[in-house]
C-alpha cells in the first residue's frame, strides 16, 4: 500500500534524510521517498502500519506530519 | 492543492519578514563594528559597546533565528542533525563570547553572532525563492485544474465547486473553457487542446463515448461530459503525485554524497572542536581559537550537496512534465547515458497500431463482397486488432448492413481461435480457416498460384490473412498498420547519434523488414510471442545496455527487463506505473525529447555536485588555517547554496 505524507519543517537536504532514516526503521515499511522540496514523502507500507506510526516516526526527527493520505 | 501553494508562500513571507527584521538590528550593529574595529574609532567604552551589541543581537539571533536554533538543537540533542544545528552552534557561542566579556579576557564575537545570522536568514530567504522558481512546472501543473464546473442537475444548470462534482455528473463545458475533471463525452462535438498533459500540439478531436482529460482545454463546440474520475483519481493528480515522488528518487551518483550528508554535521562538530583545540595549543588565546572554530562551523555547507541532486532532478523533471515526458525514477536519467541499442516495439509505436484494411484479392468465383461477409463473420469473434481491421472494413463497405443487424453475419459454428496464426470455423457446412502462411502450412492448403501476391503484400509491410474454404484459398486481404508520421524522422535522427535501433514484433520477417526500412532501422526481430519480448531484450543486453520502447499495457514485462524502459501513449490510454520514463504522448520524437531531457539533467546533476565537492574541500581547510573571518566563512556558505540552486534552475535554457 503506498502512503503520501505531508511534511511541515524541513529546510534542507540532511532534513529529508533524517525523516527518511526514522521512517525506515517503522516497522513494516519497505520503501521510502522523500522529497524535501515538494515537502512530501512516499512510503510502501503493509496494511499493519497505522498513520499514527507514520506520524510519530515523522515527529521523532523532528518535523510534523500534517497529513496522511 | 491549493493548501500546499499556500505552504510555500507562507515560507518564502516569513523568510522575508524574518530578513528584514534582522537586518534593522544589525545595520546598526554593522555601524558600530566598522567605527570601532576597523576603523579604531572608539564611540563608547569597550564594556558599553559589547553591551549594546548584545541587546541589539539579542532579537536576531533569539527572535528571528528562533526557529533555526531551535531545529539546530533538537537536531543535537536528539542526533538527528541537521544544517541548522552547525550554524545554531556557530551564533550562540558566538554570542555567549560577548558575555564572557565582562568575566574575562576575551574577544567579543557577539556582533558578528547576530551578522551571521542575518546573512544566513538572507540566503535562505533567497534559497527558498530560488526553490520556488525550480518547482515552477509542477506548480503550474497544480493550478491547471479548473476550480468550478457546471453540472447538469436535473434539467437545470448550475454552478458549482470542483470538489462537489460527484462521479456520474454530467458536466457542461462551453468553448474556450477548462474541462474540469476526466470524464467521457456524451453529448457534443469539439476539438480540445491537451498540450498541457501531453505537450502535443495539436488540437484533438472528440465526439461522443470520447475520453477527455481534466483540465485540458475546450476549443470550438459545446461538450456534455460525464465525470468518470474525480479529485486524487484524476489522471492530472496520478501525474502530479507520479512526478513528486520521482523528484524524492535517488540517482546513483548522489550516493557518495548522500553518505557524506549523512555524517557530515556531527563531523564539522568534531572537526570544530579539534581547531579550537588544536590553535589553543599552538599557543593562541582563546578568543581567536574560538573565532576559528565558528569560522569552520559555519562554512560547512551539506546543504549545498544534499540539493546537488534533488533541485536539478525537479527542474528537469518539471520541464519534462511540461512537455508530456514524466521521469519516473531518476536512476533512468543516469542509465540513459550509457545505453547503446534502442529497441522499439512495432505496433502502436513505430506505427499507429491502428490496422486497416488495404488490399483484397479474391482467388476464382468468389466475389469481393462474399470474402469479406465470410471473413468478417469469423473475425467478429475475435479480438484482435486485425480482427478488427476487417470487420470495420466489411462494414464500410457495405454501408453498415453488417453493423445493423448480426443476422447478416453468418453463423459460425466451432469457432477456434489458432493463437498468432489466426482463426477457423464452420458456416454452414463448410470449413473455414482465415490466417498467415504458417496457417496454412499446418493445414496443408497449398498457395500456388496466391503466393505472389501474398508475397507482394509482406513485401508492402502489410500483415497477409489468406483465406480458405475447405482446402481451397479462395482470397488474401492485406491489412496495414500506417507508420506514424515522424517516427522516420525520429529513428534517424537516432541512427544519427549513433544508436543501434531494432525493431521487434510479432510479425513475419518480411512484414517486419517492410516496416523497419520504411522507418530506417535495419535490425528485425520479427515473429515474437508477446510474452517472448522481455526474454529477446536480455539476449540484446548482453551485447549493450538497452532502452526499450513499448506501450506499457501488453510491454510490462520487456520495459521493466530492459535498462530503461520508455512507456507510451496518448492521453489517458496509458499505463502510466509502466516504464522508468513515460511519454504522455505518441510521436517518437518524444523519445528523442526523453534522451535529451535525461542527458542535460544528468550533466547538470553532476555539475552541481562538483562545485558542491569543491567548494567544501576548498573552503573548510580555508576555515580551519583561520584565513577566514566568521562573516566572510558565513557569506561563502549562503552563496553556495545559491549557487547550486540557480545552476540547476540555469538547466531551463536548454532546448530540449
Given at each position: 500500500m503506498k502512503k503520501k505524507i505531508l511534511i511541515e519543517g524541513m529546510h534542507c537536504a540532511s532534513c529529508g534524510n533524517n525523516v527518511e532514516k526514522s521512517l525506515k526503521k517503522v516497522p513494516g515499511v519497505s520503501e521510502v521517498t522523500v522529497n524535501v522540496m515538494a515537502k512530501k514523502g512516499f512510503v510502501e507500507v503493509d496494511e499493519k502500519v497505522s498513520d499514527e506510526e507514520l506520524k510519530k516516526a515523522v515527529e521523532r526527527a523532528g518535523y510534523k506530519a500534517v497529513e496522511i493520505n | 492543492m491549493e493548501n500546499k501553494e499556500s505552504i510555500e508562500d507562507r515560507e518564502i513571507r516569513t523568510w522575508k519578514s524574518k530578513l528584514l527584521g534582522a537586518w534593522i538590528f544589525v545595520v546598526p550593529i554593522a555601524i558600530l563594528m566598522v567605527f570601532e574595529r576597523l576603523l579604531g574609532i572608539m564611540i563608547f567604552s569597550s564594556n558599553l559597546m559589547v553591551a549594546l551589541l548584545l541587546i541589539l543581537g539579542f532579537p536576531v539571533v533569539f527572535i528571528f533565528g528562533f526557529s533555526t536554533i531551535k531545529s539546530g538543537f533538537r537536531g543535537l540533542f536528539t542526533f538527528y542533525f541537521n544544517m541548522d544545528s552547525l550554524i545554531a552552534l556557530g551564533t550562540v557561542i558566538a554570542y555567549l563570547t560577548g558575555i564572557l566579556f565582562f568575566f574575562m579576557e576575551v574577544a567579543d564575537y557577539s556582533g558578528v553572532s547576530s551578522m551571521i545570522m542575518a546573512i544566513f536568514i538572507t540566503g535562505k530567504y533567497i534559497e527558498t525563492k530560488a526553490k520556488g522558481r525550480a518547482s515552477q512546472e509542477i506548480k503550474k501543473l497544480l493550478e491547471l485544474g479548473a476550480k468550478k464546473a457546471r453540472v447538469l442537475r436535473g434539467k437545470e444548470e448550475i454552478e458549482i465547486d470542483i470538489s462537489e462534482v460527484k462521479i456520474g455528473d454530467v458536466i457542461i463545458v462551453k468553448p474556450g473553457e477548462k474541462i474540469p475533471t476526466?470524464?467521457?463525452?456524451?453529448?457534443?462535438?469539439?476539438?480540445?487542446?491537451?498540450?498541457?498533459?501531453?505537450?502535443?500540439?495539436?488540437?484533438?478531436?472528440?465526439?461522443?463515448?470520447?475520453?477527455?482529460?481534466?483540465?485540458?482545454?475546450?476549443?470550438?463546440?459545446?461538450?456534455?461530459?460525464?465525470?468518470?474520475?474525480?479529485?486524487?483519481?484524476?489522471?492530472?493528480?496520478?501525474?502530479?503525485?507520479?512526478?513528486?515522488?520521482?523528484?524524492?528518487?535517488?540517482?546513483?551518483?548522489?550516493?557518495?554524497?548522500?553518505?557524506?550528508?549523512?555524517?557530515?554535521?556531527?563531523?564539522?562538530?568534531?572537526?570544530?572542536?579539534?581547531?579550537?583545540?588544536?590553535?589553543?595549543?599552538?599557543?593562541?588565546?582563546?578568543?581567536?581559537?574560538?573565532?576559528?572554530?565558528?569560522?569552520?562551523?559555519?562554512?560547512?555547507?551539506?546543504?549545498?550537496?544534499?540539493?546537488?541532486?534533488?533541485?536539478?532532478?525537479m527542474v528537469g523533471s518539471g520541464m519534462g512534465a511540461k512537455r508530456g515526458i514524466l521521469i519516473r525514477k531518476g536512476e533512468a536519467i543516469q542509465t540513459m547515458k550509457e545505453v547503446k541499442i534502442i529497441l522499439f516495439d512495432k505496433t502502436g509505436t513505430i506505427t499507429k497500431g491502428k490496422p486497416e484494411v488495404t488490399d483484397i484479392k479474391t482467388f476464382g468465383k468468389t466475389s469481393e463482397r462474399y470474402l469479406l461477409e465470410i471473413s468478417a463473420s469469423l473475425e467478429k469473434l475475435s479480438e484482435h486488432p486485425i480482427a478488427k481491421a476487417i470487420v470495420n472494413k466489411a462494414n464500410l463497405l457495405q454501408g453498415g448492413v453488417l453493423h445493423k443487424g448480426a443476422k447478416k453475419y453468418k453463423s459460425v459454428k466451432g469457432f477456434k481461435i489458432l493463437r498468432g496464426r489466426g482463426v477457423g470455423g464452420k458456416i454452414g457446412n463448410k470449413s473455414y480457416v482465415i490466417g498467415n502462411r504458417l496457417l496454412m502450412n499446418e493445414k496443408n492448403i497449398s498457395l500456388k498460384g496466391i503466393e505472389k501476391f501474398v508475397e507482394k503484400f509482406e513485401e508492402e509491410g502489410k500483415t497477409t490473412m489468406i483465406i480458405s474454404e475447405g482446402k481451397n484459398v479462395i482470397g488474401a486481404i492485406g491489412v496495414a498498420d500506417a507508420v506514424k508520421d515522424d517516427s522516420k524522422r525520429a529513428i534517424q535522427y537516432l541512427n544519427y547519434k549513433g544508436y543501434k535501433t531494432v525493431m521487434i514484433t510479432g510479425d513475419n520477417e518480411r512484414t517486419a523488414k517492410a516496416i523497419a526500412s520504411q522507418v530506417g532501422i535495419k535490425e528485425v526481430i520479427a515473429n515474437v510471442l508477446p510474452e517472448d519480448k522481455a526474454k529477446k531484450v536480455m539476449d540484446l543486453q548482453r551485447r549493450a545496455m538497452v532502452a526499450f520502447v513499448g506501450d506499457g499495457i501488453n510491454d510490462a514485462p520487456a520495459l521493466k527487463q530492459a535498462n530503461v524502459g520508455i512507456a507510451m501513449g496518448s492521453g489517458t490510454d496509458i499505463a502510466i506505473e509502466a516504464g522508468d520514463l513515460v511519454l504522455v504522448k505518441s510521436s517518437l520524437t518524444g523519445v528523442i525529447q526523453a534522451i535529451n531531457l535525461s542527458k542535460a539533467t544528468f550533466s547538470k546533476i553532476k555539475q552541481n555536485l562538483f562545485w558542491a565537492f569543491a567548494y567544501n574541500v576548498v573552503a573548510i581547510p580555508l576555515a580551519v588555517a583561520g584565513i577566514l573571518h566568521p562573516v566572510i566563512a558565513e557569506i561563502a556558505m549562503a552563496l553556495s547554496s545559491i549557487t547550486v540552486v540557480s545552476n540547476a534552475n540555469l538547466l531551463r535554457r536548454k532546448r530540449i
Open positions: - | 476526466d470524464g467521457i463525452v456524451v453529448k457534443g462535438e469539439s476539438a480540445v487542446d491537451e498540450s498541457m498533459v501531453t505537450g502535443e500540439s495539436i488540437p484533438n478531436d472528440k465526439l461522443k463515448g470520447s475520453n477527455v482529460i481534466g483540465a485540458t482545454v475546450n476549443q470550438d463546440g459545446i461538450l456534455y461530459v460525464k465525470a468518470t474520475k474525480i479529485g486524487k483519481d484524476t489522471f492530472l493528480a496520478h501525474i502530479i503525485d507520479l512526478v513528486e515522488e520521482a523528484q524524492g528518487t535517488k540517482v546513483p551518483i548522489q550516493k557518495l554524497a548522500d553518505k557524506i550528508t549523512g555524517v557530515f554535521v556531527p563531523i564539522i562538530l568534531a572537526l570544530a572542536v579539534l581547531t579550537f583545540g588544536g590553535w589553543m595549543i599552538l599557543g593562541n588565546d582563546v578568543g581567536r581559537s574560538i573565532g576559528i572554530a565558528i569560522s569552520v562551523l559555519v562554512i560547512a555547507c551539506p546543504c549545498s550537496l544534499g540539493l546537488a541532486v534533488p533541485i536539478s532532478l
